[in-house]
């Protein structure tokens, strides 16, 4: 699987504005062709290996600054998704609310990950509830689910809902499993 690189430098951006004082040993702990690249630029537009690029520096990261590596992924979910919002996807949360976002998550997602296959199975607005299927994704325990996680509760919540619950559902398929989505 591939990222894209402008979600591998919002992990940089993370890193480096909240732990200021430890962003230079984290850097120094990537293998070395990773840490070349981090320091002389990651391409927005560029494909880039999640192994070495985004898992590996998170868990990195996680050791380093003595985290959980999914609430970690979890947290730049979040702040990803805080940067993203600033910019073109800001237009999204503006029509729509909640369900408008959900029914966009497939094409978000296949923005920054690939292959990625994700489908919207329902959205029921008197419930508040949706659920997303993700199709030979990564593992269900994986940092990158746990980040698009993040990603998708904080964007859920700039999107006008309240007391947002995401949870994974195992349908005992390798690397494919539901996202249930609740919200007020």
């Given at each position: 699987?591939?990222?894209?690189?402008?979600?591998?430098?919002?992990?940089?951006?993370?890193?480096?504005?909240?732990?200021?004082d430890?962003?230079?040993?984290w850097?120094?702990?990537?293998?070395?062709?990773?840490?070349?690249?981090?320091?002389?630029?990651?391409?927005?537009?560029?494909?880039?290996?999640?192994?070495?690029?985004?898992?590996?520096?998170?868990e990195?990261?996680?050791?380093?600054?003595?985290?959980?590596?999914?609430?970690?992924?979890?947290?730049?979910?979040?702040?990803?998704?805080?940067?993203?919002?600033?910019?073109?996807?800001?237009f999204?949360?503006?029509?729509?609310?909640?369900?408008?976002?959900?029914?966009?998550?497939?094409?978000?997602?296949?923005?920054?990950?690939?292959?990625?296959?994700?489908r919207?199975?329902?959205?029921?607005?008197?419930?508040?509830?949706?659920?997303?299927?993700?199709?030979?994704?990564?593992?269900?325990?994986?940092?990158?689910?746990?980040?698009?996680?993040?990603?998708?509760h904080?964007?859920?919540?700039?999107?006008?809902?309240?007391?947002?619950?995401?949870?994974?559902?195992?349908?005992?398929?390798?690397?494919?499993?539901?996202?249930?989505?609740l919200?007020?």
């Amino acid at each position: 699987m591939e990222v894209k690189g402008i979600a591998i430098r919002s992990t940089l951006k993370f890193i480096e504005l909240n732990f200021p004082d430890m962003y230079r040993v984290w850097l120094d702990s990537l293998e070395e062709e990773v840490r070349r690249v981090f320091t002389k630029g990651v391409l927005v537009s560029k494909w880039y290996d999640v192994d070495k690029y985004l898992r590996h520096p998170v868990e990195k990261a996680a050791e380093v600054l003595h985290y959980d590596k999914l609430e970690l992924a979890w947290e730049l979910g979040i702040f990803s998704s805080q940067q993203s919002l600033n910019g073109i996807y800001r237009f999204f949360l503006r029509f729509g609310g909640p369900r408008a976002m959900i029914k966009r998550v497939p094409f978000f997602l296949e923005t920054y990950y690939r292959p990625s296959t994700i489908r919207v199975l329902y959205i029921d607005e008197l419930k508040n509830e949706a659920k997303v299927e993700f199709i030979n994704f990564v593992p269900i325990d994986d940092i990158v689910i746990y980040r698009v996680m993040g990603w998708g509760h904080n964007t859920l919540l700039a999107s006008g809902a309240k007391n947002v619950e995401l949870k994974l559902e195992d349908i005992g398929q390798v690397n494919t499993y539901n996202l249930l989505i609740l919200w007020e």
